[in-house]
């Protein structure tokens, strides 16, 4: 079992600038690819960004591209995603998802999943 806590979330204004963790824990996490995922009210859950085990191959939404970094430090199992130029469409509650397999985040059919953090942009 994987459990999965995101922090980080907030308001922040247009153009601001956020940094969200998700810490994971229960297991060995070797080969484990992790991602985000957000979800605005009234919408439908979004694929945001993915990483693999290694950190070398990441995976981001066109709508994120340019703005939004994600990175991991598996010596803390912690992922992050550092989130710049923030837009009011970026309003939504962000999810942390783990899963052997980075295409199951992206599909948004993860195995683990984090409770979630509320991001909210003001403009």
């Known amino acids: 079992q994987v459990q999965l806590v995101e922090s980080g979330g907030g308001l922040v204004q247009a153009g601001g600038s956020l940094r969200l963790s998700c810490a994971a824990s229960?297991?060995?996490?070797?080969?484990?690819?992790m991602g985000w995922i957000r979800q605005a009210p009234g919408k439908e859950r979004e694929f945001v960004a993915a990483?693999?085990?290694?950190?070398?191959?990441?995976d981001r939404a066109a709508s994120v591209k340019g703005r939004f970094t994600i990175s991991r430090d598996n010596a803390k199992n912690t992922m992050y995603l550092q989130m710049n130029s923030l837009k009011p469409d970026d309003t939504a509650t962000y999810y942390c998802?783990?899963?052997?397999?980075?295409?199951?985040?992206?599909?948004?059919?993860?195995?683990?999943w984090g409770q979630g953090t509320q991001v909210t942009v003001s403009s």
């Open positions: 998802a783990a899963d052997p397999s980075r295409n199951r985040i992206v599909a948004g059919t993860a195995a683990y």
């Open positions: 990483i693999s085990w290694t950190g070398g191959s990441t």
């Open positions: 229960g297991r060995t996490f070797n080969n484990i690819a």
